[in-house]
């Protein structure tokens, strides 16, 4: 067996996480940053050069077992662990089709897709496909969105939620990264809505009020409406604050972004992490970040989803 190289991309979601894991609305957009995984045949299974500690590795450790020889694992790439930015998403999808290139299967993105949502949800607990399936997909992404929102591209169901994916076209737009540097787990955070969500009638209105704004926010790319979009992001902010997953550092990005944008929010599971800027200020909304703790970056969307390298 040669060496097999894959690569997937990380993500931003731009409208409804956590509300997905329960049925909602949500779109997500591959980013211009990447984990690139790489197998070879080996004497003993290792990781970057160092022996394989499964407690180490929960993700990888649930693929590995997928395979019965040892082998060589290398990866890299540029979506920091637990910045909300999909990393997870991106390593589990890149490994499987590696390790399908090793298997000598040829995986179709649908089944990719599945099998890397059932990695993150068994060592997650709860998820929903929308980091998976972004990544793999690449470009935009809209999980139970209106059939009218783009062309339908696969179903994935567990236990008794079902999601449909759709690829959504996404106009030109800029949106700038700010990373909290803080490392925040998502199981945890996703395990906090749902205690709040069952012990709590006012969460489920809040998760309700987050499926709808993010239809509207559907409604507005499609229009290419960047302002109202932008108004719903922030507004999706301040619900997913309400549900208790944002915190000071992100509320203080956010704040600083918004003088100089169309809106702003956290992405993905919250609690440290990112957020990210819809704005035609880059520059601006940069500065403001730096100023305020945060590591900015302008991300470009429109990318690939996995592929062999
Ligand atoms: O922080 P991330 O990139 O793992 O995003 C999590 C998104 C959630 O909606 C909070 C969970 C999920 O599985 O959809």
Same mark, same amino acid.
């Given at each position: ?14 409208? /409804?996480?956590?509300? @997905? &894991?329960? #049925? ?11 984990? !690139? ?100 997909? /690449?470009?935009?992404? @809209? &999980?139970? #969105? ?11 169901? !567990? ?151």
């Amino acid at each position: 067996m040669n060496a097999i190289s894959a690569s997937a991309p990380g993500k931003v979601i731009l409208l /409804g996480e956590h509300a @997905v &894991v329960y #049925g909602k609305p949500a779109v997500a957009l591959a980013i211009d940053r990447r984990i !690139k995984c790489t197998l070879s045949p080996a004497a003993e299974t290792t990781v970057n050069g160092r022996s394989y500690d499964p407690s180490k590795h929960p993700y990888l450790d649930h693929m590995i077992n997928l395979f019965s020889r040892p082998v060589r694992i290398e990866t890299e790439g540029s979506v920091p662990p637990g910045s909300g930015l999909g990393s997870s998403a991106a390593l589990s999808v890149s490994f499987l089709k590696a390790l399908n290139g090793v298997m000598g299967n040829d995986i179709d993105n649908e089944r990719l897709a599945n099998d890397a949502f059932i990695t993150e949800y068994t060592v997650q607990g709860r998820a929903s496909p929308l980091d998976t399936s972004a990544s793999t997909h /690449g470009m935009g992404i @809209v &999980v139970n #969105g209106p059939e009218d929102s783009g062309e339908h591209l696969w179903d994935i169901s !567990k236990n008794e939620s079902k999601w449909s994916v759709r690829d959504i076209r996404i106009p030109e737009m800029t949106l700038v990264v700010g990373y909290t540097g803080i490392h925040a787990a998502t199981g945890p955070l996703v395990e906090k809505v749902r205690r709040y969500k069952d012990k709590c009638g006012f969460a489920k209105d809040v998760i309700n009020d987050i499926g709808n704004l993010t239809i509207e926010g559907i409604g507005a790319l499609k229009k290419n409406d960047i302002v109202r979009l932008g108004n719903l992001m922030t507004q999706d902010h301040r619900s997913l604050s309400i549900l208790g997953v944002s915190c000071n550092e992100l509320n203080k990005l956010v704040n600083a972004s918004l003088e100089y944008s169309y809106g702003a929010k956290l992405t993905g599971a919250g609690g440290g992490g990112s957020m990210i800027a819809l704005t035609d200020r880059p520059e601006k909304v940069c500065e403001a970040i730096s100023l305020h703790g945060g590591t900015p970056f302008i991300v470009r969307t429109g990318v690939d989803g996995a592929r062999k390298e």
